[in-house]
């Protein structure tokens, strides 16, 4: 038997309740108004339960017609259907352009209008189902699903906020590892795109002969083997956003072509001689500082300076390692219920094991780690001896040191990267702002694999 909330808006009284009566004989709840104004203070009361609204087209207050586009807005998921006593195909045409569901003349049968009324409930219910879809997914993409609380997450996400209901171009730097695909994800369902392709291409994974094509499509008979036109990402994404991850690895022909594409959103697919045209918004990352290979020609200097038109700086987990704790809580849970295994947390000692220990994978290390020790885990809580070795040898270093020593360490690999980006990798500047010697630059440089 159907179900949902109907709501029923007629002058006319006697005509009202029988026809309220006769849904709710079919399983609806149906709420009534006997006028427009009425009618609209009830939609917006219950607009994320009302599925469909019966509305006159005359009304004491108001044409159906005219008031079709402000029911839409009260309660957008809502389907409209019109009735009226006299009907024209004109009127009927601009209640169905205007967004109604369909356009009835009242006297028809029962049994007719029963079918437009479930068919439009169905298509309000399925509209509803996709909102809360849609909802979830932004809400697990979304700035606020990003674990931890430390200042430079804080600071990125800031700024990757403030990009992200814009369409410009946005350049994320970062350690691999540090979560540069979710900040992309993130921009992407912030922004007015959010309901298009979010398309994702890691430059590093492609062979480079096969990475332009993969890009941009092709043509029939292009090349030996292309037997059917294929769309290229660009072509997938449009709309939406394109996030290419690691591009320091397109090579400087298709980097010239991909030029073409951020200043014209044009360019030409392999074996055809007419340009495509998208709308797309590109969202790149990589884990080079490409101002410095775009100064000694490894990278394409235009393509860069188009690319970092707005740069966010992804700190890596050694730069923010407050945010270990909670991060190694979340991914415990998530693994625990993978696993179908109850597990409380971890004890003190090997959370203070991992807060010493040296991310260089980063977020993604971190992840790995706890999958490994959850499936080793024999109790209810994670010791250091369900952690991999290299764990246990930080057992034997004193704590306090230890910990001290790694602060420092990172404070000073912050400073130094974060000097080096504000002067575009120029050595000798930022030496001098450091007010160290430029040897000792270089030596801090090897030494943090900046």
């Not at 019109?82 to 028809?108: E, S, W």
């Not at 009324?117 to 509803?128: P, S, T």
């Not at 797309?280 to 394409?300: D, G, Y």
Request: net charge neutral.
């Amino acid at each position: 038997m159907p179900s949902g909330t109907l709501l029923l808006i007629d002058d006319e009284t006697s005509l009202r309740q029988l026809l309220a009566r006769v849904l709710e004989l079919e399983g609806y709840a149906v709420l009534q108004a006997p006028d427009a104004s009425r009618g609209l203070e009830l939609l917006r009361q219950h607009a994320a339960e009302v599925l469909v609204l019966l509305s006159d087209v005359k009304l004491p207050d108001g044409y159906g017609l005219d008031l079709l586009p402000r029911y839409k807005q009260a309660a957008p998921l809502a389907e409209v259907i019109l009735m009226t006593a006299y009907g024209t195909i004109p009127d009927g045409v601009r209640a169905m352009k205007d967004g109604a569901f369909d356009y009835l003349t009242k006297g028809d049968s029962d049994d007719q209008l029963l079918v437009v009324v479930e068919r439009a409930a169905e298509k309000a219910r399925l509209q509803q189902r996709v909102a809360d879809l849609e909802k979830k997914i932004g809400a697990q993409y979304s700035f606020e699903s990003m674990i931890g609380h430390s200042a430079a997450l804080a600071q990125a996400k800031k700024l990757a906020q403030r990009v992200a209901p814009t369409d410009s171009t946005v350049l994320l730097e970062g350690p691999t590892g540090a979560g540069k695909e979710l900040f992309a994800q993130a921009i992407h369902h912030a922004s007015a795109r959010q309901h298009k392709p979010f398309v994702a291409l890691n430059c590093s994974a492609f062979p480079k002969d096969l990475l332009e094509s993969e890009l941009f499509g092709y043509k029939k008979g292009a090349f030996t083997g292309a037997l059917a036109d294929k769309k290229g990402l660009l072509e997938e994404a449009t709309g939406g956003t394109l996030f290419l991850d690691e591009i320091g690895e397109l090579e400087l022909n298709v980097q010239a072509k991909f030029l073409r594409v951020l200043e014209t959103r044009q360019f030409t697919k392999l074996g055809d001689t007419k340009p495509t045209s998208v709308n797309l918004r590109i969202v790149a990352a990589t884990n080079r500082n490409l101002k410095l290979e775009a100064a000694s020609h490894h990278f394409r200097p235009d393509l860069y300076y188009r690319l970092s038109v707005f740069t966010v700086l992804v700190p890596g987990l050694n730069e923010r390692r407050e945010d270990i704790a909670p991060l190694a809580d979340y991914f415990l849970q998530y693994f625990a219920a993978r696993l179908r295994k109850r597990l409380r947390g971890l004890e003190p000692e090997a959370l203070h094991q991992l807060q010493r220990y040296d991310w260089r994978g980063n977020v993604r290390e971190l992840k790995n780690v706890l999958e490994r020790a959850a499936i080793l885990a024999d109790s209810d809580l994670l010791t250091v001896d369900d952690l991999p070795a290299e764990f246990h040898y930080l057992s034997a270093t004193p704590a306090t040191d230890a910990a001290s020593d790694r602060s420092l360490r990172t404070l000073e690999k912050q400073q130094i990267r974060q000097v080096l980006h504000e002067t575009g990798g120029n050595k000798m500047e930022a030496a001098r702002q450091l007010g160290i010697g430029t040897k000792t630059l270089y030596r801090k440089i090897q030494e943090y694999g900046l």
